[in-house]
């Protein structure tokens, strides 16, 4: 069974930096697409980025392009997002998925997911 565990999340001022960590356990972790998606309070769950298993290959949504990079280690089964440039409207609660077979935006496309890590931009 695949487990994944986000951290990196926290506190940051608008205009600053941070670098949220997806941790993969269990079956063939590297063997699948990673995204990372976000949930801001009274709104649906929304696309974030993603990259492929080999990690050649990155989707982003259009709010977040040229700010924040998605970058695998797969030897230490690790999906990252570095994120800059924060601004308020990038407070939410961060989720890994894994499991899709392809890049896709799609949150069904994803089997497994983490329990969240929250990003919080204060203006």
């Known amino acids: 069974q695949r487990q994944l565990v986000e951290s990196g999340g926290g506190l940051v001022q608008a205009g600053g930096s941070l670098r949220l960590s997806c941790a993969a356990s269990?079956?063939?972790?590297?063997?699948?697409?990673t995204a990372w998606f976000r949930q801001a309070p009274g709104k649906e769950r929304e696309f974030v980025a993603a990259?492929?298993?080999?990690?050649?290959?990155?989707d982003y949504t259009d709010s977040v392009k040229g700010r924040f990079t998605i970058s695998r280690d797969n030897a230490q089964n690790t999906v990252h997002l570095q994120m800059n440039s924060l601004t308020p409207e990038d407070t939410a609660v961060y989720y890994c998925?894994?499991?899709?077979?392809?890049?896709?935006?799609?949150?069904?496309?994803?089997?497994?997911w983490g329990q969240g890590t929250q990003v919080t931009v204060s203006s």
């Open positions: 990259i492929s298993r080999p990690g050649l290959s990155a």
């Open positions: 269990g079956r063939a972790s590297s063997s699948y697409a």
């Open positions: 998925a894994a499991g899709a077979s392809l890049v896709s935006r799609y949150s069904v496309e994803y089997d497994t």
